[in-house]
């Protein structure tokens, strides 16, 4: 079976850990992993964030996707997505409102950067998970207004937000949920049941989670090999093709 992990980080962690590309390419490469989409939530400037990114898909063009950080708050966050998406090809831009402090139901930037992003026909991941302002109802509500987005909706709710995540989500087929930290069985199974083997995604949030046990989970599931397929590399494919691309 070939992996793929849509979500995964880069940089020093909340702990104060440091690592570098090498060690992320190294560490899931042993588990068979061969490409990884990451952000950087490290730091505050998302300037600087976004660069570590940029150098980390130079050094490892083949193995490396890699994710605008977008801060709502930051003025220049128009021009930035045009530097990250246009000028550095990144392949998905990161929501985290969690992070960056803010409610996304009164972030007045957000549609308009969701236009932005819209015409560059990549796909958008948002934390999903975290009460209050990182619940799974608000960023459905703009999946809901920004149709032709495809959003991933990490974590599929986290322990918070898990079956509810799947009912904000089972009618709007442009959202895709992802399964890191998502341990609870009966939420990944409902989560296949409900959406479908095409849109669960696999991701292993890459240094916060231990690798082994994201791939594992799967296989402890009953699960066609068809299934698996879909959730361990054939839908990260799909996201990590710009939508205009497919279309011509």
């Known amino acids: 079976m070939k992996y793929y992990d849509i979500h995964s980080h880069l940089g020093k962690t909340s702990s104060g850990d440091e690592n570098t590309p090498s060690e992320l390419v190294t560490d899931l490469k042993i588990y068979g992993i061969e490409k990884v989409g990451i952000s950087c939530l490290s730091g505050i400037s998302t300037r600087e964030q976004n660069d570590l990114i940029y150098r980390a898909m130079q050094e490892y063009p083949e193995v490396i996707e890699g994710y605008a950080f977008i801060n709502p708050k930051d003025a220049a966050a128009e021009n930035e997505i045009d530097l990250c998406l246009g000028t550095y090809g990144m392949s998905a831009v990161k929501f985290h409102s969690w992070k960056h402090g803010y409610y996304p139901d009164n972030s007045g930037s957000l549609d308009r950067l969701l236009d932005k992003i819209d015409s ?62 998502q341990m609870d069985v009966e939420v990944l199974k409902k989560a296949i049941a409900v959406l479908g083997s095409k849109r669960v995604c696999f991701g292993t949030d890459w240094p916060y989670k231990p690798v082994n046990m994201e791939i594992s989970k799967f296989y402890e599931l009953e699960l066609t090999e068809e299934q698996r397929a879909d959730i361990f590399y054939r839908n990260a494919e799909k996201l990590w093709k710009r939508v205009r691309e497919e279309q011509i």
Do not use: C
């Open 120 to 181: 560059y026909g990549v796909h958008v991941q948002t934390h999903v998970g975290t009460a209050p302002i990182s619940n799974p109802y608000v960023w459905a509500e703009y999946a809901k207004k920004h149709p032709h987005v495809r959003f991933v909706f990490t974590h599929i709710g986290y322990y918070e937000f898990g079956m509810s995540t799947i009912e904000a989500v089972k009618d709007l087929p442009n959202v895709w949920v992802e399964s890191s930290g």
